[in-house]
């Protein structure tokens, strides 16, 4: 539509953060699952802080109730051998970000692993607003 914003694509320094959505369905015992970190279409969908708010992030979901939120430092993200965050807005998401996932299922389950590790809950389930 020509009426749609177009955003520029920018580079994500390694100090900034990103955020991503958590459906209840990834925890167990409140504790929260490697299976969290999957790919669709071949990236994992994050949003830079730059431009949301970890709020903003958890609005975006279906049902924000059912849904926590992650936060992954960018540096720590491409600390992980062949992971990278890039810059990906959308027309309505210009913090809309993704990190980029191996197809091969030996690699990816150590990869799970190591993001979990470096995830911290920014907004938990039980946060309702």
Not at 47 to 63: L, P
Not at 87 to 107: F, M, T, V
């Amino acid at each position: 539509m020509a009426d749609e914003l177009v955003w520029a694509t920018e580079k994500i320094p390694d100090f900034d953060s990103v955020f991503m959505r958590a459906h209840e369905t990834y925890f167990r015992d409140g504790e929260l699952m490697p299976g969290v970190f999957t790919a669709k279409d071949g990236g994992m969908s994050v949003d830079w802080d730059k431009y949301s708010s970890k709020e903003e992030t958890r609005k975006r979901a279906k049902n924000p109730a059912k849904n926590a939120v992650l936060s992954l430092s960018v540096g720590g993200v491409r600390e992980i051998k062949g992971l990278d965050v890039e810059h990906r807005p959308e027309p309505k998401n210009r913090a809309h970000s993704e990190i980029d996932l191996p197809d091969n299922h030996e690699d990816l389950t150590e990869i799970r692993v190591f993001l979990l590790r470096l995830a911290k809950i920014a907004i938990p389930l039980t946060a309702v607003p």
